[in-house]
């Protein structure tokens, strides 16, 4: 897979705009399906998730591992 050469701030922008849908949407699906609107897609790796472009077929950034949710006890 090829890769395209974009700058941190917008590599950030991406990761911003992938993860806010991903808040918006009830499932994966509907989360994938979001992203095909501004071109995206994601593949799934072993490493997580890559955010590829449509257009050109390349990855533009790995997104963050999701955070694990701390349960407090009472």
């Known amino acids: 897979m090829k ?3 974009i700058d941190a701030a917008l590599t950030a922008e991406i990761c911003d705009i992938v993860l806010r ?6 499932s994966e699906r509907e989360w994938k399906f979001r992203l095909r609107g501004y071109g995206y897609a994601i593949r799934d790796t072993e490493s997580g998730h890559v955010v590829t472009s ?4 390349s990855d533009l950034c790995t997104l963050p591992a999701p955070r694990e949710e701390t349960v407090i006890a009472s």
């Open 3 to 5: 890769h395209d050469h």
């Open 21 to 26: 849908e991903r808040g918006m949407s009830l």
């Open 54 to 57: 449509l257009l050109s077929g």
